[in-house]
């Protein structure tokens, strides 16, 4: 199984980005899936998450209105788009999946991921 996270770069204050998080080896469908991020010097944390159903999303409160979390199915690929940036949001993302037991809740724990993507800076300038 391999994830691969792409899309970032550096972008200023309010500007946009999406990120693509693809893989071989799984069908995102089968899994719920998370966007994760880490910035310098501290911990790693759960920015989206989606349902196994896809019918659920989960946004950590400094994100709501401003990110989106979404699966292309044909694709096979899971999307956060991100808008509206911040100095704050600069971090590397990490694209992750997770067995989702319950199909319609998202994993907000980063202990329930498997599978881990190598991870996309973002750096969002002031």
């Known amino acids: 199984v391999q994830l691969q996270a792409s899309g970032g770069g550096l972008v200023q204050t309010g500007g946009s980005l999406r990120l693509s998080c693809s893989a071989s080896?799984?069908?995102?469908?089968?899994?719920?899936v998370g966007w994760f991020r880490q910035a310098p010097g501290k911990e790693r944390e759960v920015v989206a998450a989606l349902s196994r159903r896809g019918d659920f999303t989960y946004l950590v409160d400094s994100v709501k209105g401003r990110f989106t979390i979404s699966r292309s199915t044909a694709k096979n690929t899971v999307y956060l788009q991100m808008n509206s940036l911040r100095p704050e949001d600069t971090a590397v993302y990490y694209c992750a999946t997770a067995r989702g037991d319950n199909v319609h809740i998202p994993a907000r724990d980063l202990n329930e991921y498997d599978y881990w993507g190598q991870g996309t800076q973002v750096t969002v300038s002031s």
């Open positions: 080896g799984l069908t995102f469908r089968d899994y719920a």
